[in-house]
């Protein structure tokens, strides 16, 4: 593999973010985009070794805002299908892997440059209707976020191939940053059309091919994000777009002896079954498959008494309701001094009465719909449950209404015990629970915030002291693997804060960061003696 090119990445920023003002050409054609989302339905097939294949297996993808309204059919891949996915990918290996780092690098730019122009609109439509996003929430993510990955995992990689070890006279030392052995499984979520993309992508451009499985209900997304590798000039084969149940897929790519690593994003408990499984097969592979997720979270905000009220307030409200909770990072329980609450939470309840909720179509609406059924019911079963607790107390929402789409009012609930079950356990949808200190137990109630949680990825902490400001920096410091000063805990930027977490939250291997990148990357030493020996004997052994 080529590593010596005159090729620069160059200087990388983050991608601007589109406003969507009133009377803006993109907001025209952004509504453009969604019509012609709305006013068709896409058949997506497989992509296998850069064919599709349709195989009558059919999920139905429909818009979470409007759940009679279909708008791709999703031709799902058996365990044929899979295994087909596989021996593509290794088929494409060797010429992929011989290809030249920029010339690999160059895809994901050209990927990027799309993205960020003709496509943009596509894939933020896509990602409205087929994830029920609001246009901010759809931009930052299917847009910015996706073409940041691209162009800045490019230059993590132009770094890593530069560090090479130290020569001395007559020796030459060099590290040549291979791809793994084999291929590489990744499983990506519905709700972040990103992360979809970078999953396959990031190991990808260092070498690797990949077995993509997308999440069902985000195939649409999905399907055009593969479109986009496509244009880009991504060789067949290189990534595989087999949209299937996790089972199906798992059951043939964790059980191959050519599994090199496992890129996740997902449940923690389809994680910790990735895991067992390949525990179990330990001695069927080649090597030690490098096994990467991101999972779940119970995120925090912690105001301290010295907390600006309207900071709080904004904090609080994105960081539970945007795209309706269902982000990893989001806010699902505060604890709020006591001082402060009287003040707090008539506002908090106003400002979030005043949210409008409905369709993605109107940009007015900040709120939407859950993705599906499932979803839909899990949540209502924590408010309903939360409804018969006398320890609890529902300040607003609680609403829900599946007559037109999966619509959950943003709900916010105190609690007196800070085990409750909304206090400790991972909801995924627009539930904030608050439990109120006294301000004289800011060091206890710290404490308690460390130890209520099996999660760690993401908490704000709120306050203008810079003295109580490091004391819950230090005793949440195992609590949360993206920290928030003064902000609410969602909303990673690639190369601001590369984004993960610990404890059942994942392996923390920080999508958006240069330490994702070594991950699917394996090192190989080369040592060259310009003037190697050619005595056995050692000098020192002249003489007694």
Known sequence: MSQST??????????????Y????????????????????????PCIIGGKEIKTGNIFEVRMPHDHQHVIARVHLAGKEEVKLAVDAALQAKHEWESLAWHERSKIFLKAADLLAGPWRY???????????????????????EMID?????????????????????????????????????????????????????????????????PS????????????????????????????????????????????SGVHFTGSSSTFNHIQKTIGNNIELYKGYPRIVGETGGKDFVFAHPSAD????????IRGA?????????????????????????????????SLKMGSVSDFRNMVTAVIDERSFNKIKGYIDRAKADSKVKILTGGECDSTKGWFIKPTVIQTTDPKSQTMCEEIFGPVLTIYVYEDAKFGETLKLC????????TGAIISQDRIALNQAMDALKQSAGNLYLNDKPTGAVVGQQPFGGARRSGTNDKAGSALNITRWISMRTIKENFVPPKSVLYSYMDEE
């Open 6 to 19: 005159n090729f620069k990445v160059g200087n990388i920023v983050n991608e601007p973010i589109y406003g």
């Open 450 to 457: 460390a130890e209520t949680s099996p999660y760690a990825l």
């Open 149 to 213: 990955f691209f162009r800045f995992n490019a230059a993590f990689y132009e770094k890593i191939l530069a560090d090479q070890p130290l020569s001395v006279s007559g020796i030459h030392n060099s590290v040549d940053y291979r791809p793994l052995e084999g291929f590489v499984f990744a499983v990506t979520p519905f709700n972040f059309t990103a992360i979809a993309g970078n999953l396959p992508a990031a190991p990808a451009m260092v070498g690797n091919t990949v077995v993509w499985k």
């Open 309 to 316: 009220l309207d900071v709080l307030n904004v904090a609080l």
């Open 216 to 259: 069902e209900q985000q195939c649409l997304a999905a399907y055009y994000t593969m479109k986009l590798f496509m244009e880009a000039g991504m060789p067949a084969g290189v990534i595989n777009f087999v949209p299937a149940f996790g089972p199906v897929a798992g059951e043939v790519c964790l059980n191959h002896p050519e599994l």
């Open 21 to 44: 003002m009133k009377g803006s050409k993109e907001k025209q054609l952004l509504k453009e985009a969604l019509k012609k989302v709305e006013s068709e339905v896409v058949e997506v």
């Open 122 to 144: 596509l894939l933020n439509a896509a990602t409205m209707h087929g994830q029920s996003k609001n246009a901010f929430q759809a931009e930052v993510d299917s847009a910015c």
């Open 321 to 353: 309701f945007e795209y309706q909770g269902q982000k990893c990072s989001a806010a699902s329980r505060a604890y709020i001094p006591q001082s402060l609450w009287t003040k707090l939470q008539p506002k908090l309840i106003a400002d979030i009465e």
